[in-house]
């Protein structure tokens, strides 16, 4: 709550939580957030429909924004990891779509129903409470073509996770086919005043994302070089690898965790030395 706070005094505009697979859910602690905050965007990056039901989707946003006064966003992706869990893997776009659509439902008041071949909303069905809004703003979390194009059709922002390449956001501009659609990258961070021991610690952190994403970005051959998957190095140097970003067409930002080589002073360094450098753009 207390960095929520020092990143909303800074200027910074959303404030996200990860759920990754077994990690902490990221309900709580966004809760915890909207409590302590009253103007930044607050949302989950990102959930997944193999793993939670679509309604449940919708309800844990609609809980969200219901306590952060209609600030809330709904993150959703494909899910990495699922073989885990012994779930299916194939049909993501269809699935997407499809839990999409039994949100958007719900949260419109439509009390049509919906039979998909993933998900079904029964006729008559609808939240037992008033949302705070009827319509929740959509992230989709992919590096894949077909899910970014239909990203184009349904989402306010694509999300390319675990990558800080300014090549990889010219490659979804294209894929999503829609401008009006933003783009957020977002990646591990690790930022001190000594830039080496930042990019020592990136280099730890990022290796569980690097089996998955590393052989996505399809801008890169060979080894996959730090830069491209972490925000790491000084103050002056994550600032400038945000600046390629935005650059080259992403919308906003996000600075992962660890932040720093311990993550209180890390967003103390975000707050005070990167987001000046950056307000200007």
Not at 87 to 111: C, H, K, N, Q, Y
Not at 247 to 271: D, I, S, W
Request: hydrophobic share 45%; charged share 25%.
């Amino acid at each position: 709550m207390a960095l929520a706070r020092r990143a909303e005094e800074a200027g910074f505009d959303v404030v996200s939580v990860f759920h990754d697979l077994l990690y902490q859910p990221a309900i709580y602690p966004l809760l915890l957030i909207a409590q302590a905050t009253s103007r930044v965007r607050v949302g989950p990056a990102a959930l997944n429909p193999s793993t939670l039901h679509p309604v449940e989707l919708a309800g844990q946003a609609a809980a969200l924004d219901l306590a952060s006064d209609g600030r809330a966003y709904l993150g959703l992706v494909a899910g990495a990891w699922l073989d885990r869990l012994g779930l299916d893997p194939s049909a993501p776009v269809e699935r997407m779509r499809e839990a999409a659509e039994v949100i958007r439902r719900l949260f419109a008041g439509d009390t049509s129903g919906f039979s998909g071949s993933h998900f079904s909303l029964a006729a008559g069905a609808h939240f037992e409470y008033e949302p705070a809004r009827r319509r929740m703003p959509l992230m989709i979390g992919t590096w894949k073509p077909r899910l970014a194009a239909l990203a184009g059709e349904i989402a306010d922002e694509v999300k390319i996770g675990g990558s800080a390449n300014p090549d990889m956001v010219r490659v979804m501009r294209e894929w999503i086919g829609n401008d009006e659609v933003g783009i957020v990258v977002g990646a591990v961070t690790v930022v001190d005043e000594d830039g080496d021991a930042a990019r020592a610690r990136a280099r730890e952190e990022v290796g569980m994302y690097l089996d998955v994403v590393g052989a996505l970005d399809r801008t890169i051959t060979g080894a996959p070089p730090l830069e491209k998957f972490c925000f790491a190095g000084t103050p002056e140097e994550v600032a400038a690898q945000a600046r390629e970003l935005f650059a080259a067409g992403a919308k906003r930002v996000e600075f992962g965790t660890p932040q720093g080589l311990k993550t209180p002073r890390g967003v103390e360094l975000l707050c005070e030395r990167v987001v000046p450098l950056l307000r200007d753009r």
